[in-house]
């Protein structure tokens, strides 16, 4: 989804794009739920992506990370390629166990329901991945975390359980985590979805921030005046396809498609 | 906080506390009790063997009940079911069976392999300790495990998808998420099964090992009395359960869990 300006000057060396999904599918048993979905994602690119319920957004996004394994299709990251073998009956199965590992750590999910390690304390959920995956020493990632925690709103709670945090607090401290391995791309899978009303608004603005700051995203998502506004590209999904994609201005004020017409007025 | 905090001077648990003296009181007074320094450094001893009992045989058995719950929990089938058997066969059988099963059953049987009767092994087989452990370590293991399935089982899988989704190997998931926040789930029940298998320390008496219920047996033969000793053997067993319960409410206040 490159914006006009990027195409000035075609002969030059392009960077790979962040995210590229070709031909996308994905079934659970008999139920195709992704019916072939290509979606490229230029650094800096937010893509958000929205739908209605069963639409396939979701997955889509955590087949991006291999949370769900695809049917048939093709991943690449920053130009590589996520190796996968045909696992016969089950679909496709990752080949290459340290190549996904290390490409998930340049992928950092935010998902609905949190999911913070419990048994740590927001400190600990920050500093987890880059000292024992990534292998940062531990005052290092520490320094780090602070400065994440800061921006987030949330350097008081540093020694807080998660238990002990409002939803809004909760996912702020999910951002942190994912901020904290420096990732390419960030995905944000449903963010504010089980959150109470008045928490969004904590949340979204901490979204906005980042997508201000230029970090390439791709976000799921139900907050459709949100989404115009932070997003530089809008995906719709319909049913397991791509019904519709373009600048948020477009999708949002000319809908070409008779489903997005329908879906943008139940939604607005 | 918790309970563990509340004020002693609650009106309630000052009448315990006197009533607590009082029986002291009276025991120390109209009881016999010129044994006990003759017999003290013995009693020492047999508390001393009671502990390591306890401490070996539950942490080997909990070391043995993490992959036997793990299986249950997550294995394929051939894991699965007979880690399952093993649960159900060691928790639907009396200890004391277990016990002399190993002792008299397998210990005799060694005694008629001459390739055991020359080996290094052999002056640990021929006593009685090595049974005692190893009957106690299955039980608790047994116990368990059954524990730690469900602890296993009970982990939310969103937090185990956010350790993969971060990069996490499955071993390093295993060991920074899955397994501390298992043991975490666990470690009430696991307070409460230690207590147990304190109390199930003393079987070990049937087999002639040394602990503190057999000297007190041994007190029971010397001097005729019935109650002193027994009442002395209960307040030992009350203040090493009291140390355990303290020390697991220790170890479950390290990390707090909402509405505990």
Redesign the interface.
């Known amino acids: 989804m490159s914006s006009p300006q990027d195409g000035a000057d075609p002969g030059a060396r392009q960077s790979p794009p962040a995210v590229e999904v070709t031909d996308l599918h994905k079934a659970f048993g008999d139920l195709e739920v992704l019916k072939g979905i290509s979606l490229k994602a230029e650094t800096g690119d937010v893509v958000a992506i929205i739908g209605g319920s069963g639409s396939g957004k979701s997955t889509m996004l955590r087949c991006i990370n291999m949370l769900e394994l695809p049917t048939r299709g093709e991943i690449s990251i920053k130009g590589e390629t996520i190796e996968m073998k045909d696992g016969g009956r089950h679909g496709l199965q990752p080949s290459n166990a340290r190549q996904l590992r290390r490409i998930r750590t340049r992928l950092a999910m935010v998902f609905q329901s949190f999911n913070l390690w419990q048994h740590m304390t927001v400190m600990g959920n920050i500093i987890e991945a880059p000292v024992h995956v990534m292998g940062v020493p531990r005052d290092e990632a520490i320094a780090r975390a602070e400065k994440l925690l800061d921006r987030v709103g949330l350097y008081d709670k540093r020694d807080a359980y998660p238990a002990f945090l409002s939803g809004g607090q909760q996912q702020r401290a999910a951002i942190a985590r994912a901020l904290a391995v420096d990732p390419d791309v960030m995905l944000f899978d449903e963010p504010t979805s089980a959150l109470d009303p008045e928490l969004v608004g904590e949340v979204l603005a901490v979204i906005a921030d980042l997508a201000r700051e230029g970090r390439t995203m791709l976000l799921v998502t139900h907050e459709m005046k949100f989404a115009r506004e932070v997003a530089s590209h809008v995906v719709y999904l319909a049913d397991g396809v791509i019904e519709e994609q373009g600048p948020p201005e477009v999708v949002y004020s000319a809908p070409k498609s008779e489903r997005l017409q329908k879906f943008l007025a139940t939604v607005q | 906080m918790g309970p563990e905090t509340r004020s002693w001077r609650e009106p309630h648990r000052l009448v315990l506390i006197a009533i607590g003296i009082g029986i002291v009181v009276l025991a120390a007074t109209t009881m016999r009790w010129d044994w006990l320094p003759r017999y003290s450094g013995r009693l020492i001893d047999g508390v001393g063997t009671t502990l390591w009992l306890l401490a070996l045989t539950s942490v080997l058995g909990f070391l043995l009940a993490v992959p036997l719950g793990l299986a249950q929990a997550a294995g394929p089938w051939w894991l699965a079911a007979p880690a399952r058997a093993f649960c159900t066969v060691i928790r639907g059988t009396p200890l004391l069976l277990q016990l002399w099963l190993l002792y008299y059953g397998l210990g005799s049987l060694f005694a008629y392999w001459p390739e055991i009767r020359q080996s290094w092994a052999w002056p640990y087989l021929r006593q009685a300790w090595p049974y005692g452990v190893l009957a106690l370590t299955m039980s608790f293991a047994g116990y368990e495990g059954e524990v730690m399935r469900g602890a296993f089982a009970g982990v ?1 899988r ?2 185990l ?9 499955p071993w ?1 998931a295993f060991r ?2 899955w397994l ?2 298992a043991i ?1 789930r666990a470690l009430p029940t696991l307070a409460g099964e230690t207590v147990l298998q304190l109390k199930a320390t003393p079987l070990v008496a049937t087999i002639t090992v040394v602990d503190v219920y057999a000297i007190i047996s041994r007190v029971r033969q010397d001097t005729y009395l019935t109650y002193e000793p027994l009442l002395l053997l209960a307040l030992i067993y009350m203040i090493l359960t009291g140390i355990l319960v303290v020390a697991f409410r220790w170890l479950e206040a390290k ?4 509405g505990a």
């Open positions: 939310p969103g937090e998808e956010a350790a993969r989704a971060y990069g996490m190997s390093t920074r998420v501390p926040r975490h990390v707090p869990v909402k």
